[in-house]
């Protein structure tokens, strides 16, 4: 019987418990994306805590940036900072991941950004309509996902996660909804997952075979005209098939009516609610896949751990509520994490559970 506190491997990854700290924005990185002491004692609070392996922030391969205090690995002169980042989550006996992304026209950021995009269509919640890619402008990111990995390698993170969901820029190639490019670039799905294979072949070609690249992918948009399961099947089983290492499966778009933060995740049956997608990925790919979503109990998570084949279980809400949560579960309180799934996080000083704000206040 496989348990959530198995000694695994994820890649090259050790990984002391099957719990991964899903990325999120933590609005805690300076305006040009450096490392402040707020974002080293984040980082410290989840490594501490107990979490395996931490997914980071969204961490921006070009000088654009989506939001405001947002990561970067943009240039070399972010590496000497992350550097110190990732010794400090090392020095507790846990592993941490660079999540790479290019923000589009989702971001609501208005500072200096070219705004780019497969195709001229307006964002569903910013309506910010962007450029529309050149095949060179496509060629010019490839190459900054590469230059980005090799500097997340040389600062010290264990692998790098391409982020492919939630409507950023790599998700919107996958959508029809956005992508209506007539080149190799759109049309087909085997198109419009072009540049994630291609990015994937860049990552791997500069940083060896024993670096660990990652994927986070939607398993269906929710939305009319949007990335369908059966589609995101076949860009997972590629992926599989070209050597990634695991593949976070979540759902939904950031200003769609669905998105994938969902409230009122009360009783066990709306937990983990990716699960169903999550669990027909992982019978299709030979690489572990990690769930993410309303991962709240032990029960649920142990449950589809032994009755599925899906490997690991991402939280992100959960530990900005009790950043000790994995070191609680452990030590044998097993009561399910006190996050209330109010998606009160975000704030202008930094992304912080409501009630942690309160307690501060107090």
């Not at 992926?239 to 759902?251: C, F, N, R, V, Y």
């Not at 029960?299 to 939280?315: A, H, K, P, Q, W």
């Not at 959960?318 to 975000?346: F, H, M, T, V």
Request: overall charge negative; aromatic content about 8%; glycine content about 10%.
């Amino acid at each position: 019987m496989k348990t959530l506190f198995d000694k695994t491997k994820i890649g090259s990854i050790q990984m002391k418990n099957r719990f991964v700290r899903s990325s999120t924005w933590d609005k805690m990185a300076d305006e040009r994306g450096y490392v402040t002491e707020d974002l080293m004692q984040r980082y410290k609070e989840l490594s501490s805590g107990g979490v395996a392996l931490i997914l980071s922030g969204i961490t921006m391969v070009t000088e654009e940036k989506p939001y405001e205090n947002v990561m970067s690995l943009e240039n070399d002169s972010y590496i000497d900072g992350y550097k110190k980042l990732t010794d400090m989550v090392h020095s507790y006996n846990s592993k941490i991941v660079a999540q790479l992304a290019y923000g589009g026209s989702q971001g609501t950021y208005t500072g200096n950004r070219e705004i780019l995009g497969p195709s001229a269509v307006p964002e569903i919640g910013t309506g910010v309509v962007p450029k529309e890619m050149t095949v060179k402008d496509i060629q010019m990111l490839i190459k900054a996902f590469g230059d980005t990995a090799v500097r997340a390698k040389k600062a010290g993170f264990d692998g790098v996660q391409l982020h492919a969901s939630h409507g950023y820029l790599l998700s919107q190639f996958l959508t029809p909804h956005h992508n209506r490019r007539k080149d190799e670039y759109g049309g087909s799905i085997e198109n419009r997952a072009r540049i994630i294979f291609e990015i994937y072949e860049e990552i791997r070609g500069r940083v060896g075979e024993s670096y660990s690249i990652l994927i986070k992918i939607n398993s269906s948009d929710y939305i009319e005209g949007g990335l369908t399961f059966e589609d995101s099947s076949y860009v997972t089983r590629e992926l599989s098939k070209m050597g990634i290492d695991a593949i976070e499966i979540t759902g939904g778009i950031v200003h769609a009516e669905l998105g994938p933060q969902r409230n009122q995740i009360h009783t066990s049956d709306k937990e983990s609610y990716h699960r169903v997608h999550g669990t027909k990925v992982a019978e299709e790919v030979d690489v572990p896949v990690i769930l993410v979503g309303g991962n709240k109990s032990l029960e649920v998570m142990g449950e589809l751990l032994n009755t599925t084949d899906i490997e690991y279980f991402s939280l992100s809400r959960p530990l900005l509520r009790e950043s000790d949560l994995i070191n609680r579960w452990e030590e044998g309180d097993r009561a399910k994490s006190k996050c209330i799934s109010c998606n009160q996080c975000y704030h202008e000083d930094g992304n912080t559970c409501i009630f942690i704000r309160r307690e501060q206040k107090n």
